[in-house]
């Protein structure tokens, strides 16, 4: 019996007002108050975060950001600081989602930044990697993601404890409906955790959780989460209604 206590995840990407989201967290949190062994995080937006922290009080529902910035403070115009989203209630920050790769100019480097500036903060990072279609076709899909994890955790130390969560996203899975079959998805959680086992140790690995996230919906989450390797689930476009959110929740019953 894995030690691993399944996480979904919300990422509202940009949706949602604050009056929005809180409305939306205040049903949600309704609908998943019963929910054991399963832990639940939503990621607003930036402008939301301090408003649905507070609405999340007393509640089993923990608080993410979609992003930071590396630097603690200074002339950084529109940026966002580790410490900044602490104070707003945050207890996790998604780093490396390949929108931001892919139109934000974020990096492998900017990446792995990010992740140290959340680790130095006590913030949990939910760092996501995943490949192109292109790179899957041309059976590339382990080197991509041999590089962006070697690269991303470069320097990066956890003294054994498992201070981060992976989220495998394909590209070619994100918001097309053309979710990753479960076998797909196992198949690169295992090569991931064995990397993760290569570089920090079997207790390391055997703890991380690693995340699935691509057209995740009702439908499917059931048969995904039933492999051993996938430890939850980092949902967009089902997360953002709460009766759909509350089905991910309970996928198990
Ligand atoms: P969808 O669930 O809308 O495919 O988005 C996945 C995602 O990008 C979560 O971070």
């Not at 007002?17 to 967290?25: I, N, P, R």
């Not at 209630?89 to 931001?100: A, D, K, M, T």
């Not at 959680?189 to 690693?210: A, M, N, P, T, W």
Request: charged letters at 20%.
């Amino acid at each position: 019996m894995s030690q691993r206590i399944p996480l979904i995840a919300g990422n509202w990407k940009m949706h949602k007002t604050g009056t929005q989201a809180v409305e939306a967290v205040h049903q949600l949190k309704h609908l998943v108050a019963s929910a054991a062994n399963v832990e639940i995080m939503v990621a607003p937006p930036f402008t939301a975060l301090f408003q649905v922290g507070n609405a999340l009080k007393n509640s089993n529902i923990t608080l993410g950001a979609q992003n930071l910035y590396w630097e603690p403070q200074g002339a950084f115009t529109g940026e966002i600081s580790a410490e900044m989203l602490m104070d707003a209630g945050c207890r996790y920050v998604i780093i490396g989602h390949s929108e931001r790769r892919q139109y934000f100019g974020e990096t492998d480097e900017t990446v792995n930044k990010k992740i140290k500036a959340a680790l130095a903060a006590q913030l949990i990072p939910v760092f996501c990697v995943g490949e192109l279609e292109s790179e899957r076709d041309a059976e590339n899909t382990f080197s991509v993601l041999d590089k962006q994890i070697r690269d991303g955790l470069n320097n990066v130390g956890f003294n054994g404890k498992p201070h981060i969560v992976i989220a495998y996203e394909p590209v070619w899975a994100i918001g097309t409906g053309k979710s990753a079959t479960r076998e797909q998805a196992q198949e690169v959680h295992l090569f991931i955790r064995e990397l993760l086992k290569k570089q920090y140790g079997h207790e390391f690995s055997s703890l991380v959780r690693i995340l699935y996230g691509g057209s995740v919906n009702p439908g499917n989450i059931k048969s995904l989460m039933e492999m051993p390797d996938v430890d939850g689930a980092l949902v967009g476009g089902a997360s953002l209604v709460p009766e759909t959110f509350g089905k991910l929740v309970f996928y198990n019953d």
